[in-house]
């Protein structure tokens, strides 16, 4: 068994957020397969930034309120 | 968390310091699920998870309960053990964190047993777990209770709130 | 399984275009040579030419293979290696050519197979696949032993080491998914956005902490200037401001001024829009109040007639001083009649004395002329002779010198000097004339204003004057006359000035109880910002926060628990090879077996191993770094009898680094048990000891190249031992 079908197996069977961990997973491998450790760091990376934009933008709007 | 609700779990706090605050904190938290209709309560001070919740026809909850002033808690291996045991009996784990700032409440986080595990948390991991119903709910019931007992309790901490809990049937376990 | 036959290897890193052959036709193959000799391009280009790219870069999980590590030879255009295997059904041959620098440009692969076919591109590469049944991260575990990985063995740091292990177990993606899990640190984006959040928090309890401090002075404030508590509301302020319209109304009343009403809020965000127009309107019944007209006119009228009474005074004044002024010349020097008679007699005077002067005159000058005509000649003795008539006279020029110094002279002169002294009476009287004149004009100017302060005095008092009229005295009359009037109606305003006071206060009033308002509402804002839209979508985007942190996080971790449950079993399944080929290496007389445990690591998520003797105890504190060289070609060879797969050949790259004399030889023993295996052994060495003992000791044929002489030019000289 592969690296990868191991760890699959192992979030199919953990009790939360299955599909939504194994997308994950399928992510991170094929950001490892097509440029191994800088792909996946800058994949994940690049998964956080919208969320870090719209956080700060909320922050920010809710700042004004003071 | 309303500024008043704030304020007064804060005077408590002044009065009977940070460990105290947190078994009376625990105690108004059972007082809220009891106002919730929970019919099965029982808080712990001692050994074993802090807080039982049943309701008929309903999810039974263990809960772990914590409060903090900062951005972390620690959950020992006594407390994973205490929900892991909990569990065994069909209640499902739950941590239960009040962070003491303006707009925070109550997180109730189920976090799965499998990925329970012992050490130093941010508070706000735990957000991956919430279960937001719930939390909707206790937070009106929560606020109720601090309105009704705060001054009670200011008066006579732990006390008081064992005599309500009784009052209220719920089980309290000191020893 | 396939065994090599041959490579050939041209521009390939060390070799350059001139190209070598290497044949395998020994169980064992052994290259011997100096550093920087090309041993381990042989090893590179058997690797190479059987994976191409995959064992180059960062993908490799080869450190040395990360930033550059160069293909093609600096003297040739392009690099080329052709590998001959024997396989079960025949002679297969791959050759693999590629070009410099990234892109497909002069990439070749081709794969003649044993049937004749020849496939090149994709289908050569899906060939070598098929062939080798090994990834290339297998392949470096169970057949590559490169330098790389005993070094790494031999590294102090326990982190450091353990990563080693896992990669020489052939674990390396585990760990390198983890290392990019971990370098990604969204646990720390997440506790940084966090942190944000809690300042936002501390500068939430902040604002209302000053709000309600400002509250609470304004309340006081309030309740100071006699509000209630009941009025320090919406309703409260509401009913102000109808008090003050109330109040306004009344005011108008009592001045006797139209009042125009302004519309009175409905709502208290209206009351200080209200409390401007109130003010105007205040300002305005004042302004208009036929008490504060006729006062604020009469004291215009008092200001004039001051002004008007100042300048007359002081016209007056000046007048009176330049008529003393004049009167004071004339008594000195009479008027300016006599000043001209006087002027006109002294001018007589001085005719008359120019006149001698001028009758004097002709005779001096005749004089004077004949004693310069005799001068001139005296030299040449015609002083005595006359210059009209020619006649001797002795001593004429002496006697005409005297005549002109005893009398003429002096007469001359005495007039002139009258003449002097008449010319600056002359001029006295010339300035006193003048003088008078001045003092005449000043007169008449001081006269001239003072009857233009009369005429100003008369057109204020309205009538006319005359002479016999006092125009200041008349002014200071009707002063007095205005400032009882004044008085009167002083006394009349007072008490409605206190009425517009009252009516301002409350106006004041009203607008602080707007201020309390407007802070109560700050106040509301600030504590409801939790039921936002904005907040609720904040809430919303920390809970995403925190599900893909917790996500890859539980990720990380399952990686883990799978890195080591598959060490456990690598370990499991070669634990007795490792054992075995450690205790022939090493041969430590304290260790008699060797046990190899896994745990998970808590922080970095990879394994930690340690490594036990037959009693349980701690090896690593104790072991050398020829035992940690051993262990590591134990697990090498360890894992070499793990694998399944069809390649059946080993290549070792320096693998004796730091093994002591008797280690050596025990090695040779053990790669002897490899071949014995069936596998066929390629060793590059530069240890001049370990090269010794494999000529000596290895027991199966062996070919020996010796690579050396190694230049830029022409690559390495190889040449075969006989």
Known sequence: MTYKERVREKIASGTARREERSQLWEEITKAYEEGSIEQVESALTAGMADITLEFRHLLEKLEHLL | MDTVTLGRLRELRKKYGAGVFGKIAQRLLALSFRTMGYTHVVERSVEGVDIDIAKDGEDKFALEVKTTGAQSFILDEGNVHALRDRAIDGYLPVIAVLRLAVFEKWILAQVPLDELRAGRMLVDVLRAYRMTDLEAALERSFREVVEEHAPGALEGGLRYLSEQLAKDGVEVRDS | ?722
């Open chain 3, 1 to 722: 399984m396939f065994n090599l036959k041959s490579v050939r290897i041209e521009g390939f890193r060390g070799f350059s275009r001139n190209g070598a052959l290497f044949e395998f036709s020994t169980p064992a193959v052994l290259l011997y040579g100096d550093q920087h000799q090309g041993k381990s391009s042989v090893l590179n280009a058997l690797e190479w030419c059987l994976y191409g790219d995959e064992c180059l870069g960062a993908k490799s999980g080869i450190r040395e293979r990360v930033g550059g590590w160069e293909v093609v030879n600096r003297q040739a255009s392009s690099a080329s290696v052709q590998v001959v295997v024997e396989t079960d059904s025949g002679l297969v041959t791959v050759t693999r050519t590629g070009g410099r620098g990234k892109g497909k440009k002069g990439r070749q692969t081709e794969v003649a197979l044993a049937d004749g076919r020849v496939v090149r591109g994709d289908e050569a590469e899906r060939e070598i696949a098929r062939m080798t049944r090994l990834s290339f991260k297998d392949f470096a575990t169970a057949v590559y032993q490169h330098q790389e990985s005993i070094r790494a063995v031999l590294v102090q740091l326990p982190k450091d080491r353990n990563e080693a292990i896992d990669r020489l177990l052939g674990l390396g993606d585990y760990r390198n998914v983890l290392d990019g899990i971990a370098r990604a640190k969204l646990g720390g984006i997440q506790k940084e956005l966090e942190t944000e959040y809690k300042k936002f928090q501390a500068r939430v309890e902040q604002a209302l902490a000053v709000r309600r401090s400002d509250l609470e002075e304004k309340k006081q404030a309030a309740l100071a200037k006699g509000l209630k508590g009941s009025q320090l509301s919406s309703k409260g302020a509401l009913e102000l401001t109808r008090e003050i319209a109330r109040a306004l109304e009344a005011f108008a009343l009592d001045l006797g001024v139209a009042h125009t009403p302004s519309a009175l809020p409905s709502r208290w965000e209206e009351i200080a829009t209200f409390a401007v127009v109130a003010e105007r309107e205040l300002d305005r019944l004042w302004t208009q109040a036929p008490d504060v007209a006729e006062q604020s006119q009469l004291n215009q009228r008092r200001i004039e007639a001051e002004r008007i009474k100042l300048e007359y005074d002081r016209a007056s004044k000046e007048r009176a001083q330049s008529r003393s002024g004049l009167r004071a010349f004339e008594t000195e020097h009479g008027k300016r009649q006599s000043i001209a008679e006087s002027i006109v007699q002294v001018q007589s005077e001085v005719d008359a004395a120019r006149e001698e002067v001028r009758s004097l005159a002709p005779r001096a000058e005749l004089v004077k002329e004949g004693m310069a005509l005799l001068r001139a000649v005296d030299d040449r003795g015609l002083a005595d002779v006359c210059p009209l008539c020619g006649r001797r006279v002795p001593n004429l020029l002496r006697h005409l010198e005297k005549e002109w110094t005893d009398r003429l002279e002096a007469q001359v002169r005495a007039l002139n000097s009258a003449v002097e002294e008449l010319q600056v009476k002359k001029t006295e009287l010339e300035r006193l004339a003048q003088e008078h004149s001045e003092l005449l004009r000043v007169v008449r100017e001081a006269e001239a204003a003072l009857a233009k302060g009369s005429q100003k005095a008369a057109k204020f008092l309205e009538r006319t004057l005359t002479e016999a009229d006092d125009p200041s005295a008349l002014l200071t009359k009707q002063i007095q006359k205005v400032d009882a009037r004044l008085k009167q109606i002083e006394s009349a305003l007072s008490e409605k000035r206190g009425k517009l006071g009252a009516i301002s206060e409350s106006i004041s009033r009203a607008g602080l109880v707007v201020e309390i308002l407007k802070l109560e509402n700050k106040v509301r804002l600030i504590e409801k910002i939790a039921d936002t839209k904005e907040y609720n979508l904040l809430e919303y985007v920390r809970d995403e926060l925190a599900r893909v942190v917790n996500d890859v996080d539980v990720i990380g971790t399952l990686v883990g628990h799978c890195l080591a449950e598959e060490a456990r079993e690598r370990v499991s399944t070669a634990g007795r090879a490792i054992d075995n080929h450690f205790g022939k290496i090493c041969q430590n007389p304290a260790v008699t077996s060797l046990c190899i445990e896994v745990e998970q690591g808590t922080r970095s998520g990879g394994n930690s191993y340690s490594f036990c003797d037959q009693e349980g105890r701690e090896l690593s504190p104790v072991l050398s770094l020829g035992d940690l060289n051993s262990l590591a070609l134990s697990i090498f060879l360890g894992m070499v009898t793990v694998y399944s797969h069809p390649i059946g050949f080993v290549l070792m790259d320096d693998p004796s680094q730091s093994l002591g004399t008797d280690q050596k030889r025990r090695l040779v023993e053990v790669i002897e048990a490899v071949c014995d295996s069936g596998r066929q052994v390629v060793l590059a060495t530069m240890d001049a000891e370990f090269q010794g003992f494999l000529r000596e000791y290895l027991g199966k044929a062996k070919s020996v190249y010796q690579i050396s002489g190694w230049t830029a030019e022409s690559g390495p000289s190889v040449s075969v031992e006989a």
